[in-house]
């Protein structure tokens, strides 16, 4: 069964012995196969909001600046920023090397740099690279000096996923956590139907399946390196170590 819309949906029809849809009919597919389509993108929802930072959400984005402008909005589809990964892009043409934008705060922005915005002045003869972010609270970052040339800032960020709509559109989720999606789109059809148990069953599954997903994807463990240098004492093959001075 394809990975798609109506692979998913028919997972649920063949384990509620269900008639499964076509692509035909799927469109105008109503009563308990509306929900069944709708429980699909309720449990992928749901996937997306246990998690801010799925690496299947993550987005490389490239914003062309504009001459004499300093604020930006953020992508529309946007759930969170990583500030820390926002770059000026090497263009050798403009002659500009790449450079990593440290973090202003929006309170030090107000405070040191706010006049840039308004000064026609610092405005067009303060203009260059800018050397610094800021994150607004109007959801927009901020470039500082203002940019005096179209260069292109790179950042990452992670996004909000639409819902499934035609028979062929596949999810973000990879393919590999297919029955975490059926898992909980089963926890909806069975709540559809007033089976309260056999929908608790389902959400223990489901819940489960989103820890397995987290321990997969998200969880590191960063391992402590030894900084002792090992030395022989001599005598026996013994081996001491020496600890290097704090």
Same mark, same amino acid.
């Given at each position: 069964m394809a990975y798609d819309f109506l692979g998913?949906?028919?997972?649920?029809?063949?384990?509620?012995?269900?008639?499964?849809?076509?692509?035909?009919n799927f469109a105008t597919a109503a009563g308990f196969y509306g929900q069944a389509k709708d429980a699909v993108n309720a449990s992928i929802r749901y996937m997306n909001q246990?998690?801010?930072?799925?690496?299947?959400?993550?987005?490389e984005q490239e914003d062309t600046l504009s001459v004499?402008?300093?604020?930006?909005?953020?992508?529309?589809?946007?759930?969170?920023?990583?500030?820390?990964?926002?770059?000026i892009k090497e263009n050798t043409t403009l002659g500009n090397n790449t450079v990593k934008l440290p973090i202003v705060s929006y309170?030090? $922005?107000? *405070?040191?740099? %706010?006049?840039? &915005?308004y000064n026609s002045t610092i405005t067009?003869? !303060?203009q260059g690279v800018p050397q610094r972010v800021s994150q607004a609270p109007?959801?927009?970052?901020?470039?500082?000096?203002?940019?005096?040339?179209?260069?292109?800032?790179?950042?990452?960020?992670?996004?909000i996923p639409v819902?499934?709509?035609? $028979?062929? *559109?596949?999810? %973000?989720?990879? &393919?590999?956590?297919?029955?975490?999606?059926?898992? !909980?789109?089963?926890h909806y059809a069975y709540l559809f139907r007033g089976n309260t148990q056999d929908a608790l069953v389902a959400k223990e599954k489901f819940e489960e399946g989103i820890k397995h997903m987290k321990s997969m994807l998200i969880n590191r463990?960063?391992?402590?390196?030894?900084?002792?240098?090992?030395?022989?004492?001599?005598?026996?093959?013994?081996?001491?170590?020496?600890?290097?001075?704090?």
């Amino acid at each position: 069964m394809a990975y798609d819309f109506l692979g998913l949906v028919n997972d649920i029809n063949r384990r509620l012995n269900e008639v499964e849809l076509t692509s035909a009919n799927f469109a105008t597919a109503a009563g308990f196969y509306g929900q069944a389509k709708d429980a699909v993108n309720a449990s992928i929802r749901y996937m997306n909001q246990s998690e801010y930072e799925w690496p299947f959400n993550h987005v490389e984005q490239e914003d062309t600046l504009s001459v004499g402008v300093t604020r930006y909005p953020f992508p529309v589809d946007c759930k969170v920023i990583d500030f820390d990964t926002f770059r000026i892009k090497e263009n050798t043409t403009l002659g500009n090397n790449t450079v990593k934008l440290p973090i202003v705060s929006y309170e030090e $922005y107000l *405070d040191k740099y %706010v006049d840039q &915005e308004y000064n026609s002045t610092i405005t067009s003869q !303060g203009q260059g690279v800018p050397q610094r972010v800021s994150q607004a609270p109007s959801l927009e970052y901020i470039m500082t000096p203002v940019p005096d040339k179209a260069y292109t800032v790179v950042y990452e960020y992670y996004r909000i996923p639409v819902d499934l709509v035609l $028979y062929d *559109d596949v999810p %973000v989720i990879p &393919e590999r956590f297919r029955h975490i999606i059926v898992d !909980g789109a089963m926890h909806y059809a069975y709540l559809f139907r007033g089976n309260t148990q056999d929908a608790l069953v389902a959400k223990e599954k489901f819940e489960e399946g989103i820890k397995h997903m987290k321990s997969m994807l998200i969880n590191r463990y960063n391992y402590v390196r030894s900084y002792l240098i090992q030395q022989n004492t001599g005598g026996g093959g013994r081996i001491g170590y020496a600890r290097l001075p704090l």
